[in-house]
């Protein structure tokens, strides 16, 4: 069984573009959380999609934003990028299904954005 | 508002040291909790996951304990080795997202 599969592993923009970021969940899985971790701080709850809806965010501005496909694979879009949004992305999967005690995420192993 | 921290933030020991690092949380209604291991510039391997109704798991070296009532988690490591060089984080499960520590930064060396 594949696990959470990201891409790209490194993207390189300048700062004002804007970064797409793909994952892929686990077969079965109908969740996906996305998670920064900028150099210096600790990983930080961005966003979590469950059957094609966004069910929460963090503290992140509105130029960061995503999506859920059908198949459950999902984006993460980040616009006007600015230098302080190089860090590593991770993204997880669950089958959440109203289940917290069941919820057990699955990560990937990153996208590496570089603002420059 | 959950917040979980970790202590110590950095260790350097000898090899064949038994270790124990320490998770704290202020939130006592988690669902699960997870230590993950994180190597410099990589992703996060999962190393234990403790549900909630559980108080330890283990797996080889590594041996886990939760402890809701007083918001504290242990990660002990025995005999430790150069390879368990990293950083350990532990993130606890809130009903809809992890809270990850502030990890704590591992130096074995020979």
């Known amino acids: 069984e594949a696990g959470v599969t990201q891409s790209p592993t490194h993207l390189i923009k300048t700062r004002g573009q804007q970064a797409t970021l793909r994952c892929s969940p686990i077969?079965?899985?109908?969740?996906v959380y996305w998670y920064q971790q900028a150099l210096g701080l600790g990983l930080q709850f961005l966003l979590w999609y469950d059957e094609g809806e966004e069910r929460n965010r963090g503290n992140f501005p509105p130029r960061f934003s995503g999506r859920q496909f059908p198949n459950y694979s999902s984006e993460l879009n980040v616009n006007a990028l600015e230098l302080e949004d190089s860090a590593l992305y991770l993204c997880?999967?669950?089958?959440?299904?109203?289940?917290?005690?069941?919820?057990?995420?699955?990560f990937g192993a990153g996208t590496r954005l570089s603002v420059l | 508002k959950q917040e979980v921290t970790q202590i110590p933030a950095a260790l350097s020991v000898p090899e064949g040291e038994n270790l124990v690092l320490n998770c704290s949380f202020t939130?006592?209604?988690?669902?699960?909790l997870q230590w993950f291991r994180q190597d410099p510039g990589k992703g996060l391997t999962s190393l234990l996951l403790?549900?909630?109704?559980?108080r330890e798991q283990t797996s080889g070296r590594l041996n886990a304990s939760l402890d809701k009532s007083s918001g504290r988690s242990t990660l002990y490591i025995a005999a430790s080795q150069p390879g368990d060089s990293a950083t350990y984080l532990c993130?606890?499960?809130?009903?809809?997202?992890?809270?990850f520590g502030t990890g704590t930064r591992l130096q074995v060396f020979p």
């Open positions: 993130a606890a499960y809130n009903t809809d997202k992890l809270i």
């Open positions: 997880a999967s669950s089958r959440y299904r109203g289940d917290s005690v069941k919820n057990i995420q699955y």
């Open positions: 939130d006592s209604a988690i669902y699960n």
């Open positions: 403790i549900q909630s109704s559980q």
């Open positions: 077969s079965g899985h109908t969740s």
